[in-house]
């Protein structure tokens, strides 16, 4: 299961669902703590392969494991996920119920890290129902900022500069959006995140066609 997290954390994405689908054969039925962590891997594969139906069915299974378990912070970033998905399938409303319940999860628990991936997906989420939500949207994507500024440059500060860029935009500051652009094409170039860059420089340059992207969910 480790390898199979760290190979996901590279973004060998295959070989992660490989080894983590071997780590869920092998595990006894009676660690549920383990088989609900490997699921939680296995939905983020799954969703970062945009196999949203394969990654709904971990992560639920995942959430309602850690949530019998007492287990806060899992059941948490099962549901920052499940964010994601339901997005992916064009279920706004269940996005809206996960990320709320991800972000009371998260007010009980000091993981200021997952925090700011959950306000991340949860902006990013209101930004693509409509611009009526770009003020709320805008707001958390300004406190998962915020909670990232005293870290190492990661892809999800990217992430959260080029859609806290696409909510400056909504709400008619094309000059605030430009500034958070720039700073997601460097953030993103930085840490090797090619399809934020590429993201930000196609929000930039609107003639030059960029390819669609997603938020982190971490």
Known sequence: MNLGLALLDLGQLDDAVEHLELSRRHRSAADRAGHALTDLGLGAARLARGELETAHHHLVRAANTFRALGDARGYAAALTNLVLVHAGLGEHLDAAQAWRAALREYESVNDPTSRAAALLNAGATLLATGPGQARQAYEMLAES??????????????????????????????????????????????????????????RLSPDEPAPAETPLNA
Do not use: F, I, M, S
């Open 145 to 202: 900022r915020r909670l990232r500024e005293n870290g190492r440059p990661t892809a999800g500060l990217g992430r959260t500069l080029l859609y806290l860029g696409d909510a400056a935009a909504a709400l008619g500051d094309p000059e605030e959006a430009r500034r958070h652009w720039v700073d997601a094409a460097a953030v993103c170039e930085g840490v090797g995140d090619a399809e934020g860059q590429a993201a930000a420089d196609g």
